[in-house]
């Protein structure tokens, strides 16, 4: 993995019990969503919630998704910060909103490629708009999905 | 005494404040009692006649504290707002409720903070800041200034506001420092050249548009308004309260839902004028809560001073100075006088309406003061 080192301090998900499918689908290489598993509703819902916010149905599933989106915002994060990430500063934080689904947005880091520190991509690359794809690379020794440009 | 509306049942009539420093020598419990007995003081109440208290988080010193150190009577009334900077009017809100519905007589409320010495929230790993955070801190969306950042960044695309806009916030704030001993900012004016080549907290938000970091505590008293008559000063009257959690919302990192660019303010501000007998045409001067400046933009908007995406142009022309459309945090605010968690927004404003200000409205008889946008939020228009 690229960066390994760099990136062995950062923070892991403090994940919860409706997160945590999340982060297993994840760590197989599978971008997936929550999804309400009632028949006439299926509506996506994030972040993971025990209970569908338009039917009240407590029945879910996890809805596997093209891993394509679009960086919907994104800031460069100074110090001061905790050192592991002062350390890369700056760096680059996204929120990119998802093809399949734009309400569905996720925060993430754009990468130079799978595994790669969140410094990894030249900030001027940066911009509103742009098409990014999901990757999977390991980050403190959890899988994370991370973001490559679709034309780096 | 009971009454159906809190409209103007109530009024403010004492304030109190110790002085705002990076760091201060007492503890964060000294400062709230020291703010507290001043704030009695200044109403001319005695402090075994307080029978209600309300505070919000992160305060750490709680009622039982708080009640024993200045000698409360009885206490029939006591409440915890959450969500930070978003529970400062809460706290007048669930105090003018209990004392205008018999709960209660005279009631505190208080921030105390050692913001300035202490520590930072964010840096905690272990405890968690009430944000989903699994979905935002791994990737270092670590401190409020980078969850706000990101709003802002997506703001400014898509309504074509600038960091111009945002340095007229940070600019009016500094001046009205200027004007207020009591400011941590007061000899320190601020120039367009220092915004602009000054170092970045989480791009695009630089150090001037970041609220201080403050050691401090202020308190005020609220009794009925008959019996605000006879205290021994000017009433300042609590004519609508309102508080605001919207449907589907998700606090500072609000990037969830069909419209991130709406928050609380938009629903605490629909409750807040529908009962009001004035709308934000007729609000003399304003104290909004600037925890950073894009948050004024953003409440401009949600409390109906312009349309869904003007605030930044709403700042042009000196709108926000004294003498402009909407003179705006003229105390200095969180940017520049002291970031208290917004309670000194409300004592501001309470000063205001005396004509007590450092930085006066000429007959100023209104005044609207919000808490936190971005989180769980409460605000109140306050009349003479």
Redesign the interface.
């Known amino acids: 993995m690229a960066d390994a080192a760099r990136t062995s301090n950062?923070?892991?998900?403090?994940?919860?019990d409706d997160?945590k499918p999340f982060?297993d689908y994840a760590a197989k290489g599978e971008l997936r969503v929550q999804a309400c598993a009632r028949p006439d509703c299926q509506e996506l819902r994030?972040?993971p919630r025990p209970c569908c916010?338009h039917c009240q149905s407590f029945d879910s599933e996890w809805r596997r998704m093209s891993g394509k989106g679009r960086i919907?915002?994104?800031?460069?994060?100074?110090p001061?910060?905790?050192p592991a990430?002062a350390e890369?500063a700056?760096?680059n934080?996204i929120?990119v909103e998802l093809a399949d689904a734009p309400?569905?947005?996720?925060?993430?880091?754009l990468v130079s490629e799978a595994g790669a520190a969140?410094n990894s991509v030249d900030p001027a690359k940066l911009r509103?708009g742009a098409r990014v794809q999901v990757v999977f690379g390991e980050?403190?020794g959890?899988v994370?999905p991370q973001w490559v440009l679709e034309r780096p | 005494m009971a009454s159906s509306s809190l409209k103007d049942a109530t009024a403010i009539v004492g304030i109190g404040q110790t002085p705002f420093a990076k760091q201060l020598p007492q503890s964060e419990k000294t400062l709230a009692a020291r703010a507290i007995v001043a704030a009695l003081d200044d109403a001319g109440i005695a402090p075994s006649e307080v029978d209600a208290f309300a505070s919000y988080t992160m305060e750490e010193t709680d009622e039982v504290e708080i009640a024993k150190a200045v000698g409360a009577g009885d206490v029939t009334f006591f409440s915890k707002v959450g969500f930070g900077g978003g529970g400062s009017c809460a706290t007048i809100a669930h105090l003018a409720a209990a004392v205008a519905t018999g709960q209660a007589n005279v009631g505190v409320a208080w921030r105390s903070r050692k913001r300035g010495s202490g520590p930072?929230p964010w840096?905690n790993?272990t405890a968690?800041l009430p944000t989903?955070?699994?979905?935002?801190?791994?990737?270092?969306?670590?401190?409020p200034?980078?969850e706000i950042?990101?709003?802002t960044?997506?703001y400014m695309?898509e309504y074509g506001a600038t960091r111009d806009h945002l340095f007229n916030v940070a600019l009016a704030c500094r001046n009205r420092a200027n004007q207020n001993p009591a400011a941590m900012m007061y000899e320190r004016p601020l120039t367009r050249d220092m915004y602009m080549t000054s170092?970045?907290?989480?791009?695009?938000?630089c150090l001037f548009d970041n609220c201080l970091e403050t050691d401090g505590a202020l308190a005020c008293v609220i009794v009925s308004a008959e019996r605000a008559r006879d205290c021994r000063r000017k009433p300042v009257y609590v004519h609508s309260v309102a508080q605001g959690l919207p449907a589907?919302h998700?606090g500072m990192?609000n990037?969830?839902?069909?419209d991130p660019l709406s928050g609380p303010a938009w629903t605490a501000a629909r409750h807040l004028w529908k009962q009001a007998d004035f709308g934000p045409q007729d609000v003399d001067v304003a104290q909004i809560y600037d925890a950073f400046t894009p948050l004024i933009p953003l409440s401009l908007e949600g409390y109906g001073f312009c349309g869904r995406g003007e605030g930044g142009a709403f700042t042009e022309g000196g709108a926000l100075e004294i003498g402009g459309r909407l003179p705006l945090n003229t105390g200095g605010g969180g940017l520049s006088e002291a970031y208290v968690h917004g309670f000194n927004l409300i004592n501001e404003g309470v000063k205001q309406l005396r004509g007590t200000s450092t930085a006066q409205v000429p007959d100023a008889a209104t005044c609207l003061v919000t808490a936190g946008e971005g989180v769980p939020t409460s605000a109140v228009l306050l009349r003479a």
């Open positions: 950062l923070l892991t998900p403090h994940m919860d997160g982060w994030f972040p916010p919907w915002s994104y800031v460069l994060p100074h001061p910060l905790l990430y890369l700056p760096y934080a929120v309400r569905i947005r996720l925060v993430g880091n969140p509103i980050v403190g959890q994370l | 930072r840096k790993t968690q989903p955070a699994q979905w935002t801190r791994p990737f270092g969306l670590l401190r200034a980078d950042g990101m709003l960044r997506r695309h170092r970045w907290i989480s791009e695009p938000l589907q998700h990192v990037y969830w839902n069909d």
